[in-house]
């Protein structure tokens, strides 16, 4: 159980399209989902939390219009990158926790390897 | 407070042997401690996680060793396998559920 989907798993787009990465829980509902960045052989850093049906949380420094996050239902939620550029290629890593007070295990999906030309 | 601080930064252990990494925490309130492993291009793993009610939790070659006393927690790998080569980061959830990493290790396996 806990399984977590991401897609796509990598996209190529030139400079200045939008791309949208979906994450979705495949076998549990989520109330809160995570979104990460990660650079090459460094640990993750969280860019926003998702919860759904509200707005999200940027963390400092996270350019909430150029990374819109979207938590429409409790299994799925997206993160659009507009305007890609080049220094937004990274790999993008989104988590999912099951809803309970004492549930603090985050389930993260297989991450999505974004390519800006 | 909020910093979870890990070492070492790599590791090389010949086959079979014993891999060990530790982490250490400063804010008291951290109640959860789980270790992710992650391989190249993958998302990151739940590998084992413990709570501070208990000293030692053990899921076949993968031990934590938690010590509350002294705010630092370790993973060992007995029989370290190939396989085993990943990258590890350790983590706690503060009390909005955001998990604070690590800054994780690259453990070699050599065969």
């Known amino acids: 159980g806990a399984v977590v989907s991401q897609h796509p798993s990598r996209v190529i787009c030139k400079s200045g399209t939008s791309v949208k990465i979906e994450c979705r829980s495949l076998?549990?509902?989520?109330?809160?989902m995570f979104w990460y960045r990660q650079f090459p052989k460094k640990s993750l850093m969280l860019m926003a939390t998702?919860?759904?049906?509200?707005?999200?949380?940027?963390e400092q420094g996270v350019e909430k219009d150029k990374f819109l996050i979207n938590h429409a239902s409790l299994t799925l939620s997206t993160l659009t990158v507009t305007s890609a550029h080049p220094e937004d290629s990274s790999f993008y890593i989104c988590?999912?926790?099951?809803?309970?007070?004492?549930?603090?295990?985050?389930?993260f999906g297989p991450g999505t390897r974004l390519l800006v030309l | 407070q909020q910093q979870v601080k890990q070492s070492p930064q790599s590791l090389i252990v010949q086959k079979g042997g014993i891999s060990i990494i530790n982490c250490a925490y400063e804010?008291?309130?951290?109640?959860?401690f789980p270790w992710y492993q992650q391989f190249p291009g993958k998302g990151p793993a739940l590998l084992i996680a413990?709570?501070?009610?208990?000293s030692e939790k053990k899921e076949g070659r993968f031990t934590i060793s938690f010590n509350k006393s002294a705010k630092q927690f370790s993973l060992h790998i007995m029989d370290s396998q190939p396989g085993d080569s990943a990258t590890y980061f350790c983590?706690?959830?503060?009390?909005?559920?955001?998990?604070?990493f690590g800054s994780g290790t690259r453990l070699l396996v050599r065969p």
């Open positions: 988590s999912a926790r099951p809803p309970g007070q004492g549930r603090k295990t985050q389930y």
């Open positions: 076998d549990f509902q989520a109330t809160t």
């Open positions: 998702s919860n759904e049906g509200s707005k999200a949380t940027y």
């Open positions: 804010n008291t309130a951290f109640d959860y």
């Open positions: 413990i709570r501070p009610d208990v």
């Open positions: 983590a706690a959830p503060d009390s909005s559920y955001k998990l604070i």
